[in-house]
Nanobody, 116 residues
Framework: QVQLVESGGGSVQAGGSLSLSCAPSGSILSIKTMGWYRQAPGKQRGVVAT???????NYDDSVRGRFTISRDNRKYTMYLQMNSLKPEDTAVYYC??????????WGQGTQVTVSS
């Protein structure tokens, strides 16, 4: 079992920055990939960025160049630095962890609101 606790988020004006963090606990050595997903009202949850234990990263085209995902391999904490935020970035952001056994775990979600 893996538990994920998110922190950060909040409200900011367009062009501003916010950061999110996700601290895993439990069977953290079983985690292969971690990522951030987001879900806006009336829309499906979609990937924002992912990072593997090897440090390989992937970004959705909508955030590439503005968001940076990183991971502290000593603490296993994952971060998402969000710069140049746009109103369309407004959503609930979820931390996820996929284990080597292909099981997916989710955090509770944190709200990010960007006003124009």
């Amino acid at each position: 079992q893996v538990q994920l606790v998110e922190s950060g988020g909040g409200s900011v004006q367009a062009g501003g920055s916010l950061s999110l963090s996700c601290a895993p606990s439990g069977s953290i050595l079983s985690i292969k990939t971690m990522g951030w997903y987001r879900q806006a009202p009336g829309k499906q949850r979609g990937v924002v960025a992912t990072i593997t234990t090897d440090g390989d990263t992937n970004y959705d085209d909508s955030v590439r160049g503005r968001f940076t995902i990183s991971r502290d391999n000593r603490k296993y904490t994952m971060y998402l630095q969000m710069n140049s935020l746009k109103p369309e970035d407004t959503a609930v952001y979820y931390c996820s962890a996929i284990t080597y056994g292909m099981r997916t775990y989710w955090g509770q979600g944190t709200q990010v609101t960007v006003s124009s």
